[in-house]
């Protein structure tokens, strides 16, 4: 089978572009025959008047839609495969591949389908305002603390809406959890159309060698939705035990200050270093206040046999079981989050057990194998669709 992925890449590399990444090896590995069309936002930076330019390519780009189709013409495609379209190649290209009658497969890796930022999120709260036509609310509440940045992100979605680019010609959408694929039935795509397809781990740099279980770590993003306010007072409240962070903080800028003695800041980890960090770790704590989609850090955890204390939000309790591979805690209720520490972290070989559940959980649900069967379902589905 010919596949041709479609992204446009981010200016920094996330769990996102791992899976882009990580996809386009697994096709590779199993004799499918890989096309790509691609675009960097890091092209931005060196346009002439890159912003002005990005800010209009997201709603229509008939340099991206143009290219697309010779690009369908010349390689002929047997399936397309959409990651990310925004800002530089827009959903204005999805009409091509209706025209050419090549079925197309959208993982759904965020909410920006139907909420401006991707996020549901904004001024320290889940948000769904902008659902069901609403985008305008993106612009009100300045969701990205800059107007103009928030006017292109709701004219982008408004559009795509408008002309249906998504409906008529997405053949098959792939969320990554039950939890996401229910706000997408909710916000009106036809539930026949969505599987669940999460994501996947690679399972060669994992291990779960006995370490000295040294403190309780976080691994990602520091910025307010991961809630990592939270994160700084239950450290406070449990000063005996060691925290640690990995991750850039630069959206937190005052980070440092707040932190107590107790809580270390690495900043960024290269995926090398990381191996160390989750070895050296008892627990792994995730106590977001967003709707995470997916939480790839918890598999991560999980891989290498570490117990995971995790935000009851989002997907995240579909991946974490409570009293099984780990504890669920309310979302921004830092009392709930120290004293679930100070339970795992007074128990070793509960989180040894723990974490061999969790690391059976994660063999079992989310190799690379598991993904590869996954995705081959939806592309059958997204076939058979477009024959009827």
């Given amino acids: 089978m010919k596949i041709c992925l479609v992204h446009n890449a981010y200016g920094k590399f996330s769990g996102e572009e791992a899976m882009v990444r990580d996809t386009r090896s697994v096709l590779i590995e ?57 800002p530089l190649i827009s959903p204005s290209i999805l009409p091509e591949a209706k ?63 408008i002309n249906r680019y998504y409906l008529d010609n997405v053949s098959h959408y792939a969320c990554l959890t039950k939890f996401q694929r229910e706000k997408l039935i909710r916000a009106g795509f036809p539930q026949e159309k969505i599987s669940v397809v999460p994501n996947m781990v690679q399972m060669a740099e994992a291990s779960c060698e006995e370490s000295s279980a040294e403190y309780v770590g976080f691994v990602g993003r520091l910025s307010p939705e991961k809630g990592i306010s939270t994160l700084i007072d239950a450290a406070q409240r449990c000063p005996a035990i060691p925290f640690v962070a990995a991750g850039a903080h630069h959206r937190m800028p005052g980070l440092a200050d707040m932190a107590p003695k107790n809580f270390s800041l690495l900043g960024h980890c290269e995926k090398g270093e990381l191996v160390g960090f989750y070895k050296q770790a008892r627990v792994i704590v995730l106590p977001s206040v967003w709707w995470e989609t997916f939480g790839l850090v918890v598999v991560e955890a999980m891989l290498h046999g570490k117990p995971v204390i995790c935000s009851k939000i989002g997907g995240l309790s579909e991946i974490v079981e409570d009293g099984v591979t780990g504890l669920l805690v309310e979302p921004g209720d830092p009392k709930d ?50 024959s009827v």
């Fill in 30 to 86: 199993h004799d499918h025959e890989v096309v790509s069309f691609e675009r960097t936002s890091e092209e931005i930076a060196e346009m002439r008047l890159g912003s002005v330019r990005a800010f209009l390519s997201g709603i229509y780009n008939p340099a991206s839609r143009k290219q697309f189709r010779k690009l369908l013409a010349s390689e002929q495609p047997d399936i397309i495969h959409i990651h990310n379209l925004f």
């Fill in 99 to 161: 025209v050419a009658g090549i079925p197309v497969v959208m993982t759904v890796h965020n909410y920006r389908l139907i909420c401006p930022n991707g996020l549901h999120y904004q001024n320290g709260k889940v948000c769904e305002q902008c659902v069901s036509g609403h985008e305008y609310k993106c612009v009100i509440n300045n969701c990205e603390r800059n107007i103009a940045k928030s006017l292109g992100y709701a004219a982008r979605n408004m559009w795509a809406r």
């Fill in 337 to 386: 989050l120290a004293e679930k520490v100070q339970h795992l972290w007074d128990r070793p070989e509960l989180c040894r057990q723990m974490g061999m559940a969790g690391r059976e959980k994660a063999l079992r649900e989310y190799s690379p194998e598991k993904y590869y069967d996954r995705l081959m379902g939806v592309y059958k589905k997204a076939i058979e669709s477009c």
